[in-house]
């Protein structure tokens, strides 16, 4: 798919409006076939594990009981502040990103199984995983596993802000509650995961999921950020910097999470072990396989539309062309400045998405790795593959 896209974007100008037109059309189509094959392990998966993906966090959200952020989030809607287009896509997709993880955690808890007489297990568990295959234990995990989630996703979205900034007064209101929205609700998502959390009645779990809290974090903390709080590339930036900020990003959740739904199904440290490990490989999966979407599919991005700059191909490329990065920090007081167009179309045409959807099958090939220990449910673990074998082709 990759190389085949470089060619069309390397064609266009001879192609002409013909060209164009077909070549819209075959993403078109190739990107309706990705979706549909996305869309299959999805569905299939709700059906093994008994529930459908759940939308536990966007009602704690949107209604005024529970976080009580509904009216406020409301009043935000004309705004331009990025926490609504945040919340617009949890809402409208998130069947697609966010209740995903969750789902995963319950296709695992199947995978593994549990433990009879175990004393990691409660009371009236062993009964529970007979007759469900899941504990209850688990379903809440994986609704802690949104709510953190949710939350990171929401707090990442305040912004900087100064009038010397913002010079339009309305402007800068709307901006300033939107932050407080955005700081609010994040906030109090992460206390009501914290309180489900301690709930499990596990102290080891508690501890797995604090830190994932705290690591989420601490990745905002080791990448630069521009006047407006937004990651931006430093000079000394590379692939191996990048997989160790995703891997407290979005690894770390979903490793201590998987780690902790085997634990509370009475399994040992080898197969816990096990399970952080796929976990892990599993964010970054995900992560890359977002961040290669701008490279790979014209449907998603609009041409000269800004990207992330800490994206992987676009790290691997700055940490081809050093001299890149000088150009940068120009851009780095206001980042409207940066010709997105230019960039893009060189880091299309430098081998470096190829090289990151590379680094993706790798991923998926250790996440699948991981797995293989697991297997006390062959449908849930052949659901598991489909989710993760559909990232794989972007």
């Given at each position: 798919m990759l190389p085949a896209l470089s060619r069309c974007i390397s064609q266009v100008?001879?192609?002409?409006v013909r060209g164009l037109v077909r070549m819209s059309h075959s993403l078109t189509l190739a990107n309706d076939k990705r979706l549909a094959q996305w869309n299959r392990a999805i569905s299939n998966a709700e059906k093994i594990v008994g529930l459908p993906s759940s939308n536990f966090?966007?009602?704690?959200?949107?209604?005024?009981?529970?976080?009580?952020?509904?009216?406020?989030i409301r009043k935000l809607l004309n705004t331009t502040h990025p926490v609504i287009k945040t919340i617009k896509k949890l809402?409208?997709?998130?069947?697609?990103?966010?209740?995903?993880?969750g789902l995963v955690i319950l296709l695992l808890s199947r995978c593994a199984g549990h433990i009879e007489g175990s004393p990691q297990m409660l009371l009236g568990e062993w009964e529970e995983a007979t007759v469900d295959g899941i504990t209850e234990r688990q379903k809440n995990l994986s609704e802690i596993v949104e709510m953190v989630y949710t939350s990171h996703l929401i707090h990442r979205d305040v912004l900087n802000l100064s009038r010397e900034l913002i010079t339009d007064e309305s402007l800068l209101n709307d901006l300033q509650y939107g932050n407080k929205i955005a700081i609010l609700v994040g906030d109090i998502l992460i206390a009501n995961a914290s309180k489900k959390t301690s709930e499990l009645n596990n102290c080891k779990v508690l501890e797995l999921?604090?830190?994932?809290?705290?690591?989420?974090m601490k990745s905002e903390f080791?990448?630069?950020?521009?006047?407006?709080?937004?990651p931006f590339p430093a000079a000394s930036m590379t692939s191996s910097h990048w997989e160790d900020r995703i891997v407290l990003n979005s690894g770390a959740l979903l490793s201590s999470a998987c780690q902790s739904t085997v634990l509370m199904a009475?399994?040992?440290?080898?197969?816990?072990?096990k399970a952080n490990e796929f976990g892990k490989c599993l964010?970054?999966?995900?992560?890359?396989?977002?961040?290669l979407q701008p490279f790979s599919n014209l449907i998603y991005q609009a041409p000269g539309a800004p990207f992330d700059l800490t994206s992987l191909p676009c790290v691997l490329f700055l940490e081809r062309n050093p001299h890149l990065v000088q150009s940068l920090e120009t851009s780095l007081e206001n980042i409207n400045h940066i010709d997105y167009s230019d960039l893009y179309t060189q880091i299309l045409a430098s081998g470096c998405v190829e090289e990151a959807n590379l680094r993706l099958n790798s991923y998926v090939h250790e996440c699948l790795a991981n797995l293989d220990t697991f297997d006390s449910c062959y449908k849930a673990k052949q659901a598991l593959t489909d989710i993760i074998e559909a990232m794989k082709h972007v």
């Open positions: 100008n001879f192609t002409g966090t966007m009602k704690l959200l949107m209604s005024d009981s529970g976080v009580g952020a509904g009216s406020h809402i409208y997709n998130g069947r697609n990103n966010l209740q995903t993880r999921i604090a830190s994932a809290i705290g690591n989420f080791v990448v630069r950020h521009d006047t407006f709080g937004k009475g399994h040992g440290d080898s197969a816990q072990q964010g970054l999966v995900w992560q890359l396989h977002e961040e």
